[in-house]
């Protein structure tokens, strides 16, 4: 069975400046797909990035990136220029590539709490 | 507007009995899914369908139930055999159920258990 690490309970980040949030991951899989949520206050899970694995390439959204080192296992979550709306709590989830037999679910890391300091 | 409706948004129950989460989707999507969420933890996949008339249980699906007798509704009946049913309960969905779909997901319902 797959898991997903965040070893980072709670960041907090100056408003402008820089943040990275830590995931890490076990499988025997090869191929999978990567995703970090944000859930703010509202409860509202909402998508900010997805990997796929067999792309070398960091996915990007904005002022949103990963550093993804798939020999680490590592998928990290940097937010750059900060703003007070990305206060919030993160979820890294991993997703199978061979969803007939897993149905494609998600499984889902304890969150990272982010606090945006104006 | 396309989306995910859950309701009702917080709903308390009294030990013992059984209570209904209701989730519609108008997004025409195959596959949908119940999460848990509990303080401190991530999601945890309770049932999920791929198609209507089928699904599958997750990782937590003791005490709990499901139905998918339309591709838009798939409610979730908490039962009284769930020994601990107080937590956030979070319904998505998507496209096909394949790996590249993306999963978006509903407003959340709130239960406790008095």
Known sequence: AQTVTQSQPEMSVQEAETVTLSCTYDTSESDY???WYKQPPS???ILVIRQEAYKQQNATENRFSVNFQKAA???SLKISDSQLGDAAMYFCAYRSAFWLASGSRL???EGTQLTVNP | DGGITQSPKYL???EGQNVTLSCEQNLNHDAMYWYRQDPGQGLRL???SQIVNDFQKGDIAEGYSVS???KESFPLTVTSAQKNPTAFYLCASSIQGTSTDTQYF???TRLTVL
Request: proline share 4%; hydrophobic share 30%; no cysteine.
């Open chain 1, 107 to 109: 499984t889902f890391g």
């Open chain 1, 73 to 75: 296992k590592s998928f």
């Open chain 2, 46 to 48: 309770i049932y999920y």
């Open chain 2, 106 to 108: 509903g407003p959340g």
């Open chain 1, 43 to 45: 409860r509202q899970m």
């Open chain 2, 68 to 70: 998918r007798e339309k």
């Open chain 2, 12 to 14: 308390f129950r009294k």
């Open chain 1, 33 to 35: 797909y990567l995703f």
